[in-house]
């Protein structure tokens, strides 16, 4: 019997996508051979692909789509980033991202859609998926923005492929200027969304809780300074306001030229454009942000699973 080794098993892993033990275990049944232990891999997937659901998948894809005047960005969750450069995985985020232009917000309404060629629903794809592919994968969001007239502008930070990345962005533009200025507009501006994470449309729409959290933070850091309580209220409401303009979109500075809000870089293009234009809406997708990550000694996993 070929011996097996770390390195083997490592690689393996990064091959697969597979747990270090299953990819010990392949090499062992198949005697070191590195295709037939995949295909083994495939294999056992097809019977414990239900089992897979216990793990944390927080790599993956964000897909964009538009079709005309509505737009849709979809997440989907892996276990490693190399399943993010499987054609197969990245066909299928392709697909839910169109799919969703229908479906809309609901990630249930999308997961049980009917899935392009007869294959069964979005999720008994995305079940074959797990199993061919060997880890588990997630449906985890889906938003759609659309406009009665204008534009709806997608970008995709650091593209793996056409439409599919880490970062998703979508910008929605309404008025009747000119489309080419207002795509023009919608790109730099979905270029400064991702760049500077906007929390919300407006300050209005800033999650209440992060304000006030925001506020006792800066209250502490005023209480030391020793100020009398007036000038320390006057501290803290500074605080809260610079965080509100700095984390609405609408008013927060453009990237581009670091001196003008956004409000007032869309007011000179649509004078310029001699038309009217609206930020109506946007969308930034960050692949797995918000999903609290596993971590592990991956030298001490690649001794334990040598060792057997």
């Given at each position: 019997m070929a011996e097996i080794t770390a390195a083997a098993v490592k690689d393996l892993r990064e091959k697969s996508g597979a747990g270090m033990m299953d990819c010990k275990k392949a090499l062992t049944e198949t005697n070191g051979d590195m295709d037939a232990a995949i295909d083994w891999l495939r294999t056992k997937g097809l019977a414990t692909a239900a089992k897979k659901s216990s793990r944390t998948a927080a790599e993956g894809l964000v897909g964009v789509a538009v079709e005309g005047t509505k737009g849709a960005a979809v997440e989907v969750n892996s276990e490693t980033d190399f399943v993010a450069k499987n054609d197969q995985f990245q066909d299928f985020v392709r697909t839910v991202s169109k799919l969703a232009?229908?479906?809309?917000?609901?990630?249930?309404?999308?997961?049980?859609?009917?899935?392009?060629?007869?294959?069964?629903?979005?999720?008994?794809?995305?079940?074959?998926?797990?199993?061919?592919i060997g880890e588990n994968q997630t449906l985890r969001r889906a938003k759609v923005v659309?406009?009665?007239?204008?534009?709806?502008?997608?970008?995709?930070?650091?593209?793996?492929?056409?439409?599919?990345?880490?970062?998703?962005?979508?910008?929605?533009?309404?008025?009747?200027?000119?489309?080419?200025?207002?795509?023009?507009?919608?790109?730099?501006?979905?270029?400064?969304i991702a760049a500077a994470?906007?929390?919300?449309?407006?300050?209005?729409?800033?999650?209440?809780?992060?304000?006030?959290?925001?506020?006792?933070?800066?209250?502490?850091?005023?209480?030391?300074?020793?100020?009398?309580?007036?000038?320390?209220?006057?501290?803290?409401?500074?605080?809260?306001?610079?965080?509100?303009?700095?984390n609405a979109l609408i008013s927060?500075?453009?990237?581009?030229?670091?001196?003008?809000?956004?409000?007032?870089?869309?007011?000179?293009?649509?004078?310029?454009?001699?038309?009217?234009?609206?930020?109506?809406?946007?969308?930034?997708?960050?692949?797995g942000e918000g999903i609290e990550k596993e971590t592990s000694d991956f030298a001490a996993e690649v001794a334990a699973a040598a060792k057997g």
């Open positions: 232009l229908t479906t809309g917000n609901e990630i249930d309404a999308l997961a049980t859609a009917a899935y392009p060629g007869g294959e069964g629903t979005v999720a008994d794809k995305l079940t074959s998926n797990v199993a061919t659309e406009v009665a007239q204008g534009v709806v502008v997608p970008y995709v930070h650091n593209a793996a492929a056409p439409g599919l990345g880490k970062i998703g962005v979508l910008v929605a533009l309404e008025g009747d200027a000119p489309v080419a200025e207002m795509e023009s507009l919608g790109k730099q501006i979905a270029m400064h994470f906007p929390q919300a449309l407006t300050e209005d729409g800033l999650d209440p809780a992060a304000i006030e959290r925001e506020r006792a933070i800066a209250a502490e850091k005023a209480a030391e300074s020793g100020k009398p309580a007036n000038i320390i209220e006057k501290m803290v409401e500074g605080a809260v306001a610079k965080y509100r303009k700095e927060q500075i453009f990237v581009m030229d670091n001196k003008t809000p956004i409000a007032q870089v869309i007011a000179a293009a649509a004078k310029a454009a001699g038309g009217s234009i609206t930020l109506k809406d946007y969308v930034r997708f960050q692949l």
